[in-house]
Nanobody, 119 residues
Framework: QVQLVESGGGSVQAGGSLKLSCAAS????????MAWFRQAPGKEREFVAS?????YYADSVKGRFTISRDSAKNTLYLQMNSLKPDDTAVYYC???????????????WGQGTQVTVTS
C-alpha cells in the first residue's frame, strides 16, 4: 500500500523560502515518477515539478524551485525560494508509473500541505 505524507508547509513573506518533504511508504520508490502539484482556492490543480531520472519544472517555478529525492529515505523534497504570493496554494505530492504533467495520470496522492506567501 502506497502512502504519501507531506510536511513543511507554512506561512512566509514574499521572497522567502520553504522546503517541503513527502515521506513515501510502499514498494519501489526508486524508478518511479514523483511530482509536486498545487491547488489554489477556486483554481484547478496544477503541475509544479516532477522527477524520475531527471527533474522537470513548470515554467512558473523554473529557477526558483528545486525538486529532489532521497531514495534511501523514501522521501521527496521541494525547495522553494523567492516565493511569491501567487505561489500560495495547497501543495500535494503524487506518484505515477509514467512521466506526466496531467494530475489524472497520478495514482497516489498525499493529503496536502498549505503554503501561504504574504506580500
Amino acid at each position: 500500500q502506497v502512502q504519501l505524507v507531506e510536511s513543511g508547509g507554512g506561512s512566509v513573506q514574499a521572497g522567502g523560502s520553504l522546503k517541503l518533504s513527502c515521506a513515501a511508504s510502499g514498494p519501489a520508490f526508486g524508478g518511479i515518477n514523483m511530482a509536486w502539484f498545487r491547488q489554489a482556492p477556486g483554481k484547478e490543480r496544477e503541475f509544479v515539478a516532477s522527477i524520475m531520472w531527471s527533474p522537470y519544472y513548470a515554467d512558473s517555478v523554473k529557477g526558483r524551485f528545486t525538486i529532489s529525492r532521497d531514495s534511501a529515505k523514501n522521501t521527496l523534497y521541494l525547495q522553494m525560494n523567492s516565493l511569491k504570493p501567487d505561489d500560495t496554494a495547497v501543495y500535494y505530492c503524487a506518484r505515477s508509473a509514467s512521466l506526466s504533467t496531467n494530475p489524472t495520470n497520478y495514482q497516489f496522492w498525499g493529503q496536502g500541505t498549505q503554503v501561504t506567501v504574504t506580500s
